[in-house]
């Protein structure tokens, strides 16, 4: 069993569709991450959050929305997606944003039709 | 940001051959990992090495940080080794960065 887990790990949707990736840390750490992997691609930090404030957003569209409301859990809400948007979401949390070893969860496959 | 190259890209391998491969920094980094990605899309922890050498079974990670460099060696290749390895590295001004990754086939 994970330490970092994700759900769903498949999704499908359209582009007018609202859906959510939730992710929750058993590790007792501060900080949480979003990162998004596309083919061929180097890894792509999204947002960073520590103890629930957002510390860092690289300039991710707005159609991507996190919220985080508590240390454990981490949700990413899609809006209005595009085709390209089709990727693996990777979340990750680590002891202290920018230090220690990162965990990474088994990811969420979108697919935006 | 950090710049990080993967070496080779590519690699297949012989089940039982032994390989290394690469991670260079273009800065300073203080926290570094290798990763290794399993075919449903998990990274899954190797090593959590910003200096040093460390060993776990088969494998073994090499950094010498001065130098802004990474090895992982991987000994008696078997087939379960196969998928994409991922290093990354950070430092306290930075975020963790990754490369493009080596994907590896040992063959049987």
């Known amino acids: 069993e994970t330490g970092v887990t994700q759900t769903p790990r498949h999704l499908v949707m359209g582009m007018t569709n609202k859906k959510s990736l939730k992710c929750e840390q058993h590790?007792?750490?501060?900080?949480m991450y979003w990162y998004k992997q596309s083919a061929k691609k180097p890894l792509e930090l999204m947002f960073v959050?520590?103890?629930?404030?957002?510390?860092e957003n690289n300039s991710v569209p707005s159609r991507f929305s996190p919220e985080c409301p508590n240390s454990s859990h981490l949700f990413l809400h899609l809006h209005t997606l595009q085709p390209e948007d089709s990727a693996l979401y990777l979340c990750a949390s680590s002891p202290g944003v920018r230090t220690g070893e990162l965990f990474f969860g088994e990811g969420s496959r979108l697919t935006v039709l | 940001g950090i710049q990080v190259e993967q070496s080779p890209p590519d690699l297949i391998l012989q089940e039982g051959a032994n390989s290394t491969l690469r991670c260079n920094f273009s800065?300073?980094?203080?926290?570094l990992q290798w990763f290794h990605q399993n075919p449903w899309g998990q990274l899954i922890n190797l090593f959590y090495i910003p200096s040093g050498t460390k060993q776990n079974g088969r494998l073994s990670a090499t950094t010498v940080a001065t130098e802004r460099y990474s090895l992982l060696y991987i000994s008696s290749s078997q087939t379960t080794d196969s998928g994409v390895y991922f290093c990354?590295?950070?430092?306290?001004?930075?975020?963790?960065?990754f490369g493009t990754g080596t994907s590896l086939t040992v063959i049987p």
């Open positions: 800065d300073s980094v203080n926290n």
């Open positions: 959050y520590s103890l629930e404030e957002r510390v």
């Open positions: 990354a590295g950070g430092n306290t001004g930075n975020q963790f960065y």
């Open positions: 590790l007792g750490h501060n900080a």
